[in-house]
């Protein structure tokens, strides 16, 4: 959360000067449970590698393009979205109880955690900075189109916004509208147009030729 | 607890500020502070209730100030210190000096993927039948817990309108203080945006909490 001020640290450090105070304090923690045998470095270099590359919003966006190219498989992610999920291979931790919900033009939905950083990781990765901080939790329950105006997103006032709070297990991953002029495209192509923002309710997804 | 962590229509902290082509990780002790806090719960001496309410016991001037992966490993070192894994005196010198509890299990590299891949469902059988449906106007309760709830403060005393039963679900303010998991049927309550915020608040908003059943009552 750049901008805060960082307090002094709850106690000092006599080595590592070279470090920035988290850094060492971080390397400080790893050193002692390794040599208590209580973590495996190994295991955390993998789990970083899972999160930095295995896992991320091309999942999501896989599950958003076979829910607008295929009626059946829409219908069951929205009954059962844990299973429909699964069955493209994406399941596991954050991502146990999956809820899918679908933007239609009167209904924009958009995911929120007030109380912590409840996030699809199994379909979206870990998620940014800015979804974790005090801006955007604190308001997207009360100001959600001032919210959204800061990502660039004037919705009409007709429009109604749906906020959803994950304060349970449930996890969710909003289904944005299909863009126009899409209707030849494979969901390949439908996939590149899913973007992470859109999939938590800050964005659209992309127009054709818009994708990277 | 009204700690730090509840959020929910508090003012003041400007606006968001969405990083374009945001990494993953802004540090590499980041990605250590990830693993090791993933790594270190999977010793299994813990759960994810205990850590979130860890983490929100935080004195709110340090949880404001701390980035969001700060609080992890301050939460962290807490709940280490707490189930006798390491001492404060350990925290400051940065080594071992002697052992502490024995973990029940450690987790190793090559079973990191498996473990990932299973995570931590918390959906349980309950033999209750749900007490509310679809449909049901609810008001929830005005209860200011000092432990761990899941109950935000801008949706208590409220009424409004079961849209799901989900099931039923570990109970956080009974498993974060190792009470037991205390099952119960889980809900999806929408609120409208006037309910909560007052006449001025946006016409076109509804807003919806996951409640336990316990955080409910019939309408009045």
Same mark, same amino acid.
């Given at each position: *959360?750049a901008?805060?001020?960082?307090?002094?640290?709850?106690?000092?450090?006599?080595?590592?000067?070279?470090?920035?105070? *988290?850094?060492?304090?971080?390397?400080?923690?790893e050193?002692?449970?390794?040599e208590?045998?209580l973590?495996?470095?190994?295991?955390v270099?993998?789990?970083?590698?899972?999160?930095?590359?295995?896992?991320?919003?091309? $999942?999501?966006?896989r599950?958003?393009?076979?829910?607008? =190219?295929?009626?059946?498989?829409?219908?069951?992610?929205?009954?059962d979205?844990?299973?429909?999920i699964?069955?493209?291979?994406y399941?596991?931790?954050?991502?146990?109880? *999956?809820?899918?919900?679908?933007?239609?033009?009167?209904?924009h $939905?958009?995911?929120?955690?007030?109380?912590?950083?409840?996030?699809?990781?199994?379909?979206?990765?870990?998620?940014?900075?800015?979804?974790?901080?005090?801006? @955007?939790?604190?308001?997207?329950?009360i100001?959600?189109?001032?919210?959204l105006?800061?990502f660039?997103?004037?919705?009409?006032?007709?429009? $109604?916004i749906r906020?959803? %709070?994950?304060?349970?297990?449930?996890?969710?991953?909003?289904?944005?509208?299909?863009?126009?002029?899409? /209707?030849?495209? !494979?969901?390949?192509?439908l996939?590149?147009?899913?973007?992470?923002d859109?999939m938590i !309710?800050?964005?659209?997804a992309?127009?054709?030729?818009?994708?990277? | 607890? $009204?700690?730090?962590?509840?959020l929910?229509?508090? *003012?003041?902290?400007?606006?968001?500020?969405?990083? &374009?082509?945001?990494? @993953?990780?802004?540090?590499?002790?980041?990605?250590?502070?990830l693993?090791?806090?993933?790594?270190a719960?999977a010793?299994?001496?813990?759960?994810?209730?205990?850590?979130?309410?860890?983490?929100?016991?935080?004195? &709110?001037?340090?949880? @404001?100030? =701390?980035?969001? @992966?700060?609080?992890?490993?301050?939460?962290?070192?807490?709940?280490?210190?707490?189930?006798g894994?390491?001492?404060? %005196?350990?925290?400051? +010198? #940065?080594?071992?000096?002697?052992?502490?509890?024995?973990p029940?299990?450690?987790?190793?590299?090559?079973?990191?993927?498996?473990?990932?891949?299973k995570?931590?469902?918390? /959906?349980?059988?309950?033999?209750?039948?749900?007490?509310?449906?679809?449909?049901d106007?609810?008001?929830?309760?005005n209860?200011?817990?000092?432990?761990?709830t899941?109950?935000?403060?801008?949706?208590? #005393?409220?009424?409004?309108t079961?849209?799901?039963?989900?099931? +039923?679900?570990?109970?956080?303010?009974s498993?974060a203080?190792?009470?037991?998991?205390? &099952?119960?049927?889980?809900?999806?309550?929408?609120?409208?945006?006037?309910?909560?915020w !007052?006449?001025?608040? %946006?016409?076109?908003?509804?807003? =919806?909490? /996951?409640?336990?059943? =316990?955080?409910?009552?019939?309408?009045?």
């Amino acid at each position: *959360m750049a901008g805060f001020t960082f307090l002094p640290m709850s106690h000092d450090h006599d080595h590592d000067n070279d470090l920035d105070p *988290m850094a060492a304090r971080v390397k400080a923690l790893e050193t002692i449970l390794t040599e208590k045998g209580l973590i495996d470095p190994a295991a955390v270099d993998a789990i970083v590698e899972t999160y930095e590359h295995k896992v991320g919003p091309r $999942n999501g966006a896989r599950v958003v393009a076979k829910a607008w =190219s295929d009626a059946a498989y829409a219908e069951w992610l929205a009954k059962d979205a844990t299973a429909a999920i699964a069955s493209l291979g994406y399941s596991g931790r954050q991502g146990e109880h *999956m809820q899918a919900v679908f933007n239609a033009p009167e209904t924009h $939905n958009l995911v929120v955690c007030t109380l912590c950083s409840c996030y699809p990781w199994s379909v979206l990765g870990l998620p940014p900075v800015w979804y974790k901080s005090p801006p @955007y939790r604190s308001r997207a329950v009360i100001d959600p189109r001032g919210v959204l105006a800061e990502f660039g997103l004037e919705l009409p006032l007709t429009t $109604n916004i749906r906020v959803w %709070d994950s304060t349970a297990e449930l996890r969710y991953i909003v289904v944005p509208l299909r863009p126009q002029g899409t /209707d030849g495209l !494979g969901e390949d192509e439908l996939a590149a147009l899913v973007t992470r923002d859109s999939m938590i !309710g800050a964005g659209h997804a992309l127009a054709p030729g818009a994708a990277a | 607890m $009204n700690g730090p962590q509840d959020l929910g229509g508090q *003012m003041g902290f400007g606006p968001v500020a969405p990083e &374009p082509d945001e990494p @993953y990780f802004h540090a590499d002790w980041e990605k250590r502070a990830l693993g090791v806090t993933l790594a270190a719960g999977a010793m299994g001496h813990w759960n994810i209730d205990e850590s979130r309410h860890a983490r929100e016991s935080l004195h &709110p001037s340090d949880y @404001y100030a =701390s980035s969001y @992966y700060e609080i992890w490993i301050k939460a962290l070192e807490a709940l280490l210190v707490r189930h006798g894994f390491v001492t404060a %005196d350990e925290l400051g +010198a #940065g080594r071992s000096k002697a052992s502490g509890a024995s973990p029940k299990r450690v987790l190793k590299a090559a079973d990191v993927a498996p473990v990932l891949a299973k995570g931590g469902p918390c /959906d349980r059988p309950v033999a209750a039948e749900p007490r509310f449906k679809p449909g049901d106007r609810v008001q929830t309760i005005n209860e200011h817990p000092t432990g761990h709830t899941r109950l935000p403060r801008y949706a208590r #005393g409220k009424t409004g309108t079961v849209e799901a039963a989900r099931g +039923a679900y570990v109970f956080p303010d009974s498993n974060a203080h190792g009470k037991g998991e205390a &099952p119960q049927h889980l809900y999806t309550v929408v609120f409208d945006g006037r309910t909560l915020w !007052g006449k001025g608040s %946006d016409a076109s908003l509804t807003v =919806s909490i /996951d409640a336990w059943e =316990s955080y409910l009552e019939p309408e009045q």
